[in-house]
């Protein structure tokens, strides 16, 4: 939760009225976020095999993630309630492919292009 009297806060409310690309980019900078989208793409279609595929990540900062994909509309959650147990899968919407394919150049060209420093 932001604290909303904060300079953090105020800078970064600027910069999103400036530009959606920093909203953009202040949402795809949460770990894993990107992670989770590609994992998606990959076929990982439900929170246990989305799991298993990014060992390391926790059960909340999952379904932390799954929630913010779902709310700027990049994922579809589908939700099978005549399974029991329930059935909950994810989905790319067409908006997710989009990101996913520019995602895909930038790491591309992180890797091909970029020299960071170790």
């Given at each position: 939760m932001r604290k909303l009297s904060s300079t953090n806060y105020f800078n970064?409310?600027?910069?999103?009225?400036?530009?959606?690309?920093?909203?953009l980019i202040h949402m795809l900078s949460k770990r894993?976020?990107?992670?989770v989208l590609f994992?998606?793409?990959?076929?990982?279609?439900?929170?246990?095999?989305?799991?298993?595929d990014l060992k390391l990540i926790s059960d909340n900062v999952l379904a932390d993630r799954l929630k913010l994909?779902?709310?700027?509309k990049l994922i579809n959650r589908n939700d099978n309630f005549r399974e029991v147990p329930a059935r909950v899968e994810y989905s790319l919407t067409s908006i997710g492919e989009k990101l996913s394919e520019i995602l895909d150049v930038l790491c591309k060209f992180s890797e091909n292009?970029?020299?960071?420093?170790?």
């Open positions: 970064q409310t600027f910069l999103e009225e400036k530009c959606a690309l920093n909203e894993w976020l990107t992670e994992s998606i793409e990959e076929g990982n279609n439900r929170f246990s095999s989305i799991k298993e994909l779902e709310q700027y292009e970029m020299e960071f420093p170790s």
